[in-house]
């Protein structure tokens, strides 16, 4: 049985997390229903999208109708319960648990095109990267926030660490579904602990103001 057939219920879950994020900053935003719509679907499958077109191909979301009903379901869901009005703690912890099922997922299915397109390890990082966190970071821009992916929880990291692992694992002949599979623990496992205890990569320090510069300066 070909391995990516195994992730597909990850993908799937990926998707639904993603669609749920954009329904929810839409939601918290105030924007129309096209509006959250827009924003749930290029967060879905904008990563996808951008991957595709870097690589000449056939957005898949063109040939499958999978990703994009599976995002129009979890609207029309989310729409019915209402879930901005549902405890905030418990739907924080419930989408950081399926949005780095996601993230990992897509970062492996990246990385495995990028591998199947025979480029080098730069490229397959690449393409991880874009697939996992591209709809985010389109997402993000548009409703002019900073994006998550700069400055929390190592999640750009994670998707990077992802992709070249699934490369070395190839380098080495490593392909079976058991070092696949250990791969996404581990990414997931990262992710999980950075949320959890708040960490993220070293920035640099602000310089304290001089006597001759204010707090403002």
């Not at 900053?25 to 999208?49: E, F, M, P, S, W």
């Not at 991957?51 to 869901?77: E, Y």
């Not at 696949?180 to 949320?195: E, P, Q, S, V, Y």
Request: glycine share 10%.
């Amino acid at each position: 049985m070909n391995t990516l057939v195994s992730f597909d219920w990850l993908y799937l879950v990926g998707t639904v997390s993603f669609s749920v994020s954009g329904y929810l900053i839409g939601a918290r935003k105030h924007y129309d229903l096209l509006g959250i719509v827009i924003l749930a679907l290029l967060t879905a499958i904008g990563g996808g999208l951008i991957r595709d077109a870097l690589v000449s191909r056939m957005p898949a979301v063109f040939t499958d109708a999978g990703p994009v009903a599976a995002c129009l379901v979890t609207l029309i869901a989310a729409w019915i319960l209402r879930l901005e009005r549902h405890s905030q703690l418990v739907l924080q912890r419930t989408f950081i648990i399926a949005d780095s099922i996601g993230l990992v997922a897509f970062a492996i299915a990246g990385a495995q095109l990028g591998i199947a397109l025979d480029i080098n390890l730069f490229g397959v990082c690449f393409l991880g990267f874009v697939t996992a966190t591209g709809g985010g970071l389109v997402r993000d821009m548009m409703v002019n926030e900073v994006p998550f992916i700069l400055h929390r929880d190592f999640y750009g990291t994670v998707a990077i660490l992802t992709a070249a692992l699934i490369d070395g694992a190839h380098v080495m002949g490593a392909n079976d579904a058991i070092t696949r599979w250990g791969i996404f623990c581990f990414g997931l496992a990262i992710r999980l602990i950075a949320h959890s205890h708040d960490l993220s990569l070293p920035r640099p320090q602000r310089r304290p103001p001089g006597p001759d510069q204010d707090a403002s300066g």
